[in-house]
């Protein structure tokens, strides 16, 4: 008979310890499933502290005996080399397991089993787990903000026009590519606000005229997520330029640009741009608070995205440069056709943090009283009518935050791909 | 005799403290081809480098077809568009492919019509024997097939002068020949060339005058046969000596 060495599992008692290993790992996830989800305790025979601890040991002796160098079969090395390799690793794979399956069960019943999602009071919320009638009651108030409910219509259409306009550029014509960069920098920009201004502002083609203090959730954070994004980044280029400009006079005010915006808190320049700079303006010149907002995020981006350009812009081989003069560009034909493609191409994971990050803090400008998807959860919450939802509207609120985001880091991978060429 | 087309005069250059270039006299007359040669580090590549002013001279004249080179000098890039550069390490443009490599400067700084510029391009490419690979990447090329492209791209610019920086120190031995064949088919054309080489070979096949450099000073200029047969100083001596 073969013996079972019980310290060294090797090749040659492979199947035996395999099967042996597995079966202890299968009891102990047996028990600690059924702590989790039945609430009974199997183990409930052996003293306190050792219930406990049954699975993880019986698990972690499971794991040790099936940490087999080299076994030949596919997914038993492919186990041992990424969760398996040592003792240490081995627990940490069962405590992450076991958490998780510990997790389970009470996550589940609060956002599924036991939660409600009938009726549109507060009363209909009678079991213990999530009252998703409250996101559902508010909804409207979270997508639109305090905007009139027969215009949300002027909302949508305006978004769909402004997204279809931005992938004109997909469909241009060859001969009308080269105006691309001007499209997207100067024409787009300009062609969204115009549509925003009129649509959802309103005021002239008989459409009334709403309050940006009306304007709100989701739509408000697209907003200003969108202008901020597609003007911080040419901003950003040109201070990225600047700071490596020969000429002392654009090199200094770039990094003192750049410092300075660097240098205070977001917060801060909000409060500032709502509250101070209407004071240092002319008593007749009105500037709505949104279009400063926007501004603020927009100034202080800037100098994040031009950091991270700069970035890319060093990464070049000086020979580009070299190579650029010596065919005889001039400082912008050399960076428009040759540096900046390839910067730009470099920088598509800085840039996308940068970006995140802007629509990640678009919710401070609750501070100045504009309530988008986040603020208005915090108006939602302090309701006396809808009290104690907090929760549920948090919960809400990541998962659209983490759908925008995800999408956007999806986006620049795809670029990345798209745009990738062997050096 | 002609006017010179490049003509340097008493040139000094400094790299912060130390300088790089001492009193540089050279002239070159229109279609000659002058190779360089010397020591590493004895300021042949910076002279060079000079010549379409990459680099900046401190001190002295260089007037390269008529226009002289200083702080002053308003179109730098016109002059440069006539001075075609070939580099060590290629220098390809790698976003682009490379026929676009090829017509990017003539479309843009010529301002030739697209087509023309890709006719050129092309046949400049054939003459480097890289016409088949016009659509792919510089990444996707050998090292000599990128050399020759750089070499169809400065001349896609059609410029008077032709500046070689060591244009096969980067390659290994197979491709050396490739690209020494392609510059000596350019050199039996006529071109006025500068080339930067420890290629001696090269020299003695189509130089009209090689240059020796050390420690940033020209110690020898001779005609190619009087310079390999009767080299005068003895610098030049020991370094002919260890080369061939």
């Known amino acids: 008979m073969q013996t079972i060495n019980f310290l060294k599992p090797n090749r040659d008692n492979i199947k035996n310890y395999s099967i042996i290993g597995s079966i202890l790992i299968l009891i102990s996830l047996i028990d600690v499933i059924s702590n989790a989800f039945l609430k009974t305790n199997l183990t409930s025979f052996l003293p306190g502290s050792l219930t406990t601890l049954f699975p993880l040991i019986i698990g972690l002796i499971g794991l040790n005996m099936m940490r087999i160098d080299y076994s030949g079969n596919k997914t038993l090395d492919l186990l041992n080399k990424n969760i398996n390799t040592n003792n240490f690793n081995a627990l940490l794979t069962l405590l992450i397991l076991f958490s998780i399956i510990k997790a389970l069960p009470p996550s589940l019943s609060w956002m599924i089993f036991d939660a409600n999602i009938s009726g549109d009071s507060k009363d209909a919320c009678t079991g213990t787990g999530a009252c998703w009638t409250y996101i559902k009651v508010w909804f409207r108030r979270f997508m639109y903000g305090m905007y009139p409910n027969e215009f949300h219509w002027r909302i949508n259409t305006a978004f769909i026009l402004v997204i279809a306009l931005g992938f004109v550029g997909y469909f241009m014509k060859e001969n009308l590519k080269k105006y691309l960069a001007l499209y997207y920098v100067i024409i787009y920009p300009i062609i969204a606000y115009l549509v925003i201004y009129y649509l959802i502002s309103g005021g002239s083609f008989g459409l009334q005229w709403v309050e940006t203090g009306a304007w709100g959730g989701l739509s408000l954070t697209f907003i200003v997520s969108f202008f901020c994004l597609i003007f911080c980044f040419p901003l950003g280029m040109i201070f990225a330029l600047g700071r490596r400009s020969n000429l002392p006079v654009i090199k200094y005010i770039s990094i003192c640009y750049i410092e300075f915006w660097r240098g205070v808190p977001l917060i801060t320049v909000l409060f500032m741009s709502s509250v101070m700079f209407p004071m240092f303006l002319p008593e007749d010149f009105f500037m709505d608070k949104l279009v400063r907002v926007i501004i603020a995020i927009t100034l202080f981006e800037a100098a994040y995205c031009a950091e991270v350009i700069r970035g890319g812009l060093q990464s070049l081989p000086r020979g580009q440069y070299d190579a650029a003069k010596s065919l005889g560009m001039g400082y912008w034909k050399m960076h428009i056709f040759v540096i900046l493609p390839q910067a730009l191409k470099l920088v598509i994971p800085g840039i996308a943090n940068t970006f995140l990050a802007l629509v990640k803090d678009t919710p401070l400008i609750f501070v100045v009283g504009l309530a988008e998807l986040a603020g208005m959860l915090a108006l939602a919450k302090t309701n006396p009518k809808w009290l104690g939802f907090a929760m549920e509207g948090y919960i809400f609120a990541s998962i659209i935050f983490w759908i925008i985001c995800y999408a956007m880091s999806k986006y620049s991978y795809n670029l990345e791909a798209k745009y990738k060429t062997e050096r | ?244």
């Not at chain 2, 390809?92 to 843009?108: M, Q, R, V, Y």
């Not at chain 2, 050396?176 to 510059?183: F, N, S």
């Not at chain 2, 420890?198 to 200029?221: L, N, T």
Request: glycine share 6%; charged share 25%.
């Open chain 2, 1 to 244: 005799m002609s006017d010179p087309i490049i003509k340097i005069q008493n040139m000094n250059k400094w790299f912060g403290d130390f300088q790089v270039l001492k009193n540089i006299n050279l002239e070159v007359e229109a279609n000659k081809k002058i190779v360089v040669c010397g020591p590493s580090g004895s300021g042949k590549s910076t002279l060079i480098r000079c010549i379409n002013r990459l680099e900046e001279h401190q001190e002295g004249d260089i007037i390269v077809d008529g226009n002289e080179l200083s702080e002053k000098t308003k179109d730098i890039e016109k002059i440069r568009a006539e001075v075609g550069m070939v580099f060590q390490q290629f220098n390809l443009f790698p976003h682009l492919s490379i026929l676009d490599n090829c017509t990017l400067a003539p479309i843009w700084v010529k301002k030739m019509p697209k087509k023309e510029a890709q006719e050129l391009a092309l046949d400049q490419l054939k003459k480097v024997q890289i016409d088949d690979q016009a659509n792919k990447f510089p990444g996707q090329l050998s090292g000599g097939q990128q050399q020759r492209c750089a070499i169809a791209r400065a001349l896609c610019m059609q410029p008077k002068i032709m500046l070689f920086d060591e244009p096969t120190s980067a390659l290994d031995p197979e491709m050396i020949k490739e690209v020494l064949d392609a510059m000596v088919s350019l050199a039996k054309g006529g071109m006025t060339m500068i080339v930067v080489t420890h290629e001696m070979g090269f020299a003695k096949e189509v130089a009209d005058e090689v240059i020796f450099m050390d420690e940033g000073m020209i110690i020898e200029k001779a005609e190619t046969k009087e310079f390999f047969a009767n080299p005068k100083s003895d610098r030049t001596k020991l370094f002919l000596s260890q080369i061939l």
